[in-house]
Each structure stands twice: as structure tokens, then as C-alpha cells.
């Protein structure tokens, strides 16, 4: 069972326009992290957002805990915003384990 | 923002050798994890570590598989021996608290088992 679940899979947008990237998650969560993996691999931490409503620069965070779902807006999109968001969720009660969705891969052209 | 290193970034080695990953994570933090992603694949957590034991591990997480933080030093996962299912990239990750605590990750260490 993927615990999980982003959506779309896959983005393609014009520069300029804004994304809206989607995780729902298979039980109830008291901490939720998005991420920004570079074609390279490496990981960026984005947001830290386990409920409400949290705002860096151009990237908007909306958790809404009783519905077990987040998303990530990024407005005005750049080239260089392409690449994968990984959204995680810790187990409620659990002890740190953070468990990643597969990733909504965006690609922004000119 | 906080940073955790690791090192080396890439470590190629021969099947049945033994690998030892290094991790240097944010100096105040408690809290100490594994994670694995083998290429084009999810992320997947391993292990995490606090006081100086294994608090879970995950199915990945096989006998051959140690983990220490001997005198606060480096965080380190051991491999030993290796097997080709191994190759991925293992990334380390540090938070203060658990139950809420924001994680922090390292650069991934790419491991290549010829």
C-alpha cells in the first residue's frame, strides 16, 4: 500500500505559470516536509509545514491535517524550478520515520 | 540553515567488500537516520538512531547493516559484506526531536558495488 500518494506524476508548464503539486497521505500525520530533489539527486529541503498554512519566497504550503492531504503552490515558475518534489510524512506517534511519496516530476519550459 | 555532511560522495567498491558511510550531521541534533534511494526509485528510510541505540529499522535494513555514533564523532552506516543490490545513494538525515521535528538531510553518499 503506498502510504504516500502525490499527484500529478508529472508537470510540464510554461514559464511563468504557477504549479500546484498534490500529496495525500493513507493516515493521520503530525509532520509533513516537501522537498526539491535536483537532477543530480541531491535533496533540498523546502517547507517544513505539519498543518495550516506556511509561505518561502515563491512557495506556498497548505496541510490540512483532518483531511490527511497537503500541497505545494509554486507561483511564477523559473527553469530552474524543474525537477522532482517529494512530499513526506512522519507516522503519527512514530519515531522520525519519515515515509516519501514517488514524486511529482515538473518540467518548466521557455 | 543547518547542514549535515557526508562523506565520501561517491565510493565504488568491489561485491563482498565491507563500506563504511560517514555523516557528520547538525552539531545540537538527537536524532539520526538512514535513508536509501536506488536510482529512478523512491526514497526509503532504513534506520534511526538515537541514544546511542537503533530505535527502528526498516526490511532494508539487513543483517549485513550496522549503524554507530561512537563519542558523538560521525554517524555511520556499515556495510558488510556488500552485494550489488546494494548500489544507491544513501542519504543521512539529523533533527533535534522526533514527533514533529523537521528533518535535515545530507548531500547522499552514491554507492556504486561492482
Known amino acids: 500500500e503506498q502510504q504516500v500518494q502525490q499527484s500529478p506524476a508529472s508537470l510540464v508548464l510554461q514559464e511563468a505559470e504557477n504549479a500546484e503539486l498534490q500529496c495525500s497521505f493513507s493516515i493521520f500525520t503530525n509532520q509533513v516536509q516537501w522537498f526539491y530533489q535536483r537532477p543530480g539527486g541531491r535533496l533540498v529541503s523546502l517547507l517544513y509545514?505539519?498543518?495550516g498554512t506556511k509561505q518561502s519566497g515563491r512557495l506556498t504550503s497548505t496541510t490540512v491535517i483532518k483531511e490527511r492531504r497537503s500541497s505545494l503552490h509554486i507561483s511564477s515558475s523559473q527553469i530552474t524550478d524543474s525537477g522532482t518534489y517529494l512530499c513526506a510524512m512522519e507516522r503519527d506517534y512514530n519515531q522520525g520515520k519519515l515515509i516519501f511519496g514517488q514524486g511529482t516530476k515538473l518540467s518548466i519550459k521557455p | 540553515g543547518p547542514k549535515v555532511l557526508q562523506i565520501p560522495s561517491h565510493q565504488i567498491i568491489d561485491m563482498g567488500q565491507m563500506v563504511t558511510l560517514n555523516c557528520d550531521p547538525v552539531?545540537?541534533?538527537?536524532?539520526f537516520y538512514w535513508y536509501k534511494q536506488i536510482l529512478g526509485q523512491q526514497m526509503e528510510f532504513l534506520v534511526n538512531?538515537?541514544?546511542?541505540?537503533?530505535?527502528?529499522k526498516s526490511k532494508l535494513f539487513k543483517d549485513q547493516f550496522s549503524v554507530e555514533r561512537p563519542d558523538g564523532s560521525y554517524f555511520t552506516l556499515k556495510i558488510q559484506p556488500t552485494a550489488l543490490e546494494d548500489s544507491a545513494v544513501y542519504f543521512c538525515?539529523?533533527?533535534?526531536?522526533?514527533?514533529?521535528?523537521?528533518?535535515?538531510f545530507g548531500p547522499g553518499t552514491r554507492l556504486t558495488v561492482l
Open positions: 552539531s545540537n541534533h538527537l536524532y
Open positions: 538525515a539529523s533533527s533535534y526531536g522526533t514527533g514533529g521535528g523537521e528533518q535535515y
Open positions: 509545514n505539519p498543518s
Open positions: 538512531f538515537y541514544n546511542g541505540k537503533v530505535m527502528e
